[in-house]
């Protein structure tokens, strides 16, 4: 039971940490094409 509980655990600690990072690049990707579009 132990085990589940901390694979589960990993599981959502992994989870948000992957949307953070997804989250900023495509802010980053979205800033990087607004700049070039402004530019023009």
């Known amino acids: ?3 589940m ?3 589960s ?3 959502l600690a992994l989870l948000f ?3 953070i990072v ?3 690049v495509l802010s980053r990707v ?3 094409t607004e700049l070039r ?3 023009h």
């Open 1 to 3: 039971m132990t085990f």
């Open 9 to 11: 655990g990993l599981r």
């Open 22 to 24: 997804v989250v900023t």
């Open 37 to 39: 579009t402004e530019r």
């Open 17 to 19: 940490i992957l949307s």
């Open 30 to 32: 979205y800033r990087a």
């Open 5 to 7: 509980d901390d694979l």
